[in-house]
């Protein structure tokens, strides 16, 4: 009965890679942005070590809460593949992570050292 019903709803709703593809891309792009607003917070408030490294967690989590109430409408599955998808894409990975350290230690190099 299960499988039915998803058969129905991706008949009433279905799933175009365009649109994927461009959810994807946004999220990309809000990632990378807030990232390195959260590297140049972090190094003014002169944060180092774990700490740093919470605030970025803490920060991309504030993110994602965001993103799914504010755009999703708290329905992350409309407008997503998976609702994991939305939280553990560009959290982790190389592009976010590298822009929150690149400018974490840019602003804590400069207003520190």
Known sequence: MASSAEE???LLHPVVPENVAHNTKT???IRSVTCSVFGVAAGILGL???SGFVF???GSCL??????FMAAGGQPSRYFRSSSELWTTEVLS???LASFILTWTLFFGLLRV
């Open 48 to 50: 180092e070590s774990y």
């Open 8 to 10: 129905r709803e991706l």
């Open 56 to 58: 970025y967690l803490v």
């Open 94 to 96: 190389g592009s976010s």
């Open 27 to 29: 999220i990309t792009d």
């Open 63 to 68: 993110v994602s809460v965001l993103m799914v």
